[in-house]
T-cell receptor, first 114, second 111 residues
């Protein structure tokens, strides 16, 4: 079991471009959580998805951000028209069922907007 | 709004020292408190606490929860340089799937 795989590990985008962050959960895990970590801060919840469904997106900014977890393939966090303030580390975690004690985190994607 | 505050934000000690990291919280309908270790990469799970006064222990690490005073501590004895990391505390509310994290304590162990 390869663990939670996130790619790319590092992503540089110019202001106004789109960023796509991918998260492949652990085998057998159908629950995915996305968190954002700004420098010197803790992780902030963004969205919780099960296969093909968004369960809780209360932490997602209302504009430019979207997430999906299709039946086949990885979960995608998409940021349109990126701005400097989007620069952060984005972590995903996956779990075989709801709840966080069995959740494993990926290595994160560090997004830098220039 | 649910809130988690960790202290100190940064701590530097010598190898062999014992450290205590603090986590206080405010959460509606508390379910559990979790500790994670983050070493430049993915946060890794350490402990989950749900009941007051019951110490969880793993090697040199231990943690306890006080639900009356709304805090938890993480103790590390006989520290080693490999303990250097950011230690994150998070709480989970009943019915909510998300974790609310504190800002973390950056622990540095000098040889």
């Amino acid at each position: 079991n390869a663990g939670v795989m996130q790619n790319p590990r590092h992503l540089v985008r110019r202001r106004g471009q789109e960023a796509r962050l991918r998260c492949s959960p652990m085998k057998g895990h159908s629950h995915v959580y996305w968190y954002r970590q700004l420098p010197e801060e803790g992780l902030k919840f963004m969205v919780y998805l099960q296969k093909e469904n968004i369960i809780d997106e209360s932490g997602m900014p209302k504009e430019r951000f979207s997430a999906e977890f299709p039946k086949e393939g990885p979960s995608i966090l998409r940021i349109q028209q990126v701005v400097r303030g989007d620069s952060a580390a984005y972590f995903c975690a996956s779990s075989p069922r709801s709840g966080n004690t069995e959740a494993f985190f990926g290595q994160g994607t560090r997004l830098t907007v220039v | 709004e649910d809130k988690v505050v960790q202290s100190p934000l940064s701590l530097v000690v010598h190898e062999g020292d014992t450290v205590t990291l603090n986590c206080s919280y405010e959460v509606t309908n508390f379910r559990s408190l979790l500790w994670y270790k983050q070493e430049k990469k993915a946060p890794t799970f350490l402990f989950m606490l749900t009941s007051s006064g019951i110490e969880k222990k793993s090697g040199r690490l231990s943690s306890i929860l006080d639900k009356k005073e709304l805090f938890s501590i993480l103790n590390i004895t006989a520290t080693q340089t490999g303990d250097s990391a950011i230690y994150l505390c998070a709480v989970e509310a009943i019915g909510a799937q998300k974790l609310v994290f504190g800002q973390g304590t950056r622990l540095t162990i000098n040889p």
